[in-house]
């Protein structure tokens, strides 16, 4: 059954692409999402998780269309609906999940949402971007905790999304290779699937992450399984070194530091405090290298000046446009620190908020460009203090359930679990610092995945030693 869905689905991607009409791909698929919807709920879950790296925004190619990607928000609105309908028979499973810690943070999160919806700058913008954040995660946390009480579903999750995220790295890597793999191309190579870089590289990260470490771990999900894991991990960190992505490839390292420091205080509690003594000489020693900034900005520049220009403040138009971003969130959250200016308004609000010394050649007044460049700072000016609290609070509860059921897992396959989430979503918050994606569905819908599968992890899977 599973097998003929793709190959249907295989079929319509096919003939959309002939024609070169993306809308009548969407068309398409959201007739088929409807019958798969009506066949079994757990299918169309599993649509919606192989078909989100392949969703194109109608708004960048279709003029005065209405900003939504498909098939994904149908999707996440059609299966949304289907759970909806059959609450009774769902309601009991929920209500057990609704007792985890990571599922009340969820709630919360949303329900703050709503009420700063309400005292928005831009109602009707805030609206629709809390819908949008609602069926997202009622659709694939909420929904999910149903379909993940098998366990067999995590395998089946992961490996779902394999192909059609490499699908989308290959395509990206064979347009990037005929352009020479430029500095400049790599901007918007990835279109029409992701709108620009630092998305697209954000979105590898997750599951390159997840893929990597339960191959290193050696994780049982049989011969093809593993090899599968090992060809996507290869594929996506490929794509992921030439997206060019300063923000990912530190999440990235940020990410093996965090399974080194779970691994190490696991193991040798009392080598956790050394290996801190030589993380601060070790940072004392970066300090010291020669970071010194290039005026020029060759198209060419090669992935050490690139990762070099991380810190470069002085003449690197990227940093210095997102310092403009900042000190603007900065000077919106002295007015309104308490409740923001609402959920999705920053783009349309921040404008007057900049100080000429720090605009740059590429700042703009428009109320369609740009955003935040930090998911903290977006939160804070947003939603006020107490969001960009509640935010962290999200993100600290899931790494806390990640680190706890790594240390109190009785199996090796539930701490390689728990441990490649957890890296995962560091990578994530990392590349948050400096970026922001989370109202976007290409990474909305992995982030509540990980979610999901650590609450179903807790609640249903995870036997503790101890």
Request: aromatic share 14%; hydrophobic share 50%.
């Amino acid at each position: 059954m599973a097998g003929g869905l793709l190959l249907m689905l295989g079929g319509q991607l096919a003939l959309g692409q002939l024609v070169n009409e993306w809308l009548f791909v969407g068309i398409g698929l959201a007739l088929f999402a409807a019958v798969v919807g009506l066949v079994q709920q757990r299918y169309l879950w599993y649509l919606g998780v192989f078909t989100f790296p392949l969703s194109i925004n109608l708004e960048q190619y279709i003029e005065n269309s209405i900003g939504i990607s498909v098939p994904s928000d149908l999707l996440a609105v059609g299966l949304l609906l289907l759970l909806l309908l059959s609450l009774r028979r769902h309601l009991p499973a929920w209500g057990h999940a609704m007792s985890h810690p990571l599922s009340r943070a969820v709630l919360l999160w949303l329900t703050w949402m709503l009420f700063t919806g309400f005292t928005s700058a831009q109602p009707v913008v805030s609206i629709k971007y809390f819908l949008s954040a609602f069926w997202f995660a009622g659709a694939f946390y909420f929904g999910s905790l149903l379909f993940l009480r098998r366990e067999a579903e995590i395998d089946r999750w992961l490996l779902v999304l394999v192909p059609s995220l490499a699908f989308v790295a290959l395509f990206t890597l064979v347009r990037h290779a005929a352009e020479g793999f430029s500095f400049h191309s790599s901007f918007t190579i990835m279109q029409p699937f992701y709108k620009e870089h630092t998305a697209y590289a954000a979105s590898l990260a997750i599951p390159f992450i997840i893929y990597l470490v339960l191959w290193l771990q050696g994780e049982r999900l049989g011969r093809f399984g593993r090899a599968l894991l090992a060809v996507a991990a290869g594929v996506l960190a490929l794509a992921l070194l030439f997206s060019f992505t300063r923000g990912a490839w530190l999440g990235c390292v940020a990410a093996v530091a965090f399974w080194g420091l779970v691994e190490l205080w696991r193991r040798w509690r009392a080598g956790f405090w050394g290996l801190g003594v030589l993380a601060v000489l070790g940072a004392g020693l970066v300090l010291q290298l020669n970071w010194s900034p290039k005026p020029q900005r060759d198209k060419r520049k090669g992935h050490e000046e690139h990762l070099k220009s991380v810190i470069d403040t002085e003449s690197d138009l990227s940093n210095l446009e997102r310092i403009n971003r900042w000190v603007a969130a900065f000077n919106m959250i002295a007015e309104r620190p308490l409740f923001g200016f609402g959920p999705g308004a920053y783009t349309f609000e921040y404008a007057r908020y900049q100080e000429s010394s720090y605009r740059t050649p590429i700042s703009t007044n428009q109320g369609k460009l740009g955003s935040a460049h930090s998911e903290y700072l977006l939160a804070a000016t947003e939603q006020g203090i107490g969001g960009l609290l509640i935010l962290l609070l999200l993100y600290g509860t899931s790494l806390w359930v990640a680190v706890r059921g790594c240390l109190r897992a009785a199996t090796r396959r539930h701490r390689s679990l728990y441990i490649a989430l957890g890296c995962a979503l560091v990578s994530y918050y990392v590349h948050g610092l400096v970026n922001n994606f989370m109202d976007q569905e290409k990474l909305a819908i992995p982030l509540h995945l990980c979610f999901a599968t650590l609450t179903a992890l807790d609640i249903y899977h995870a036997r503790r030693s101890g």
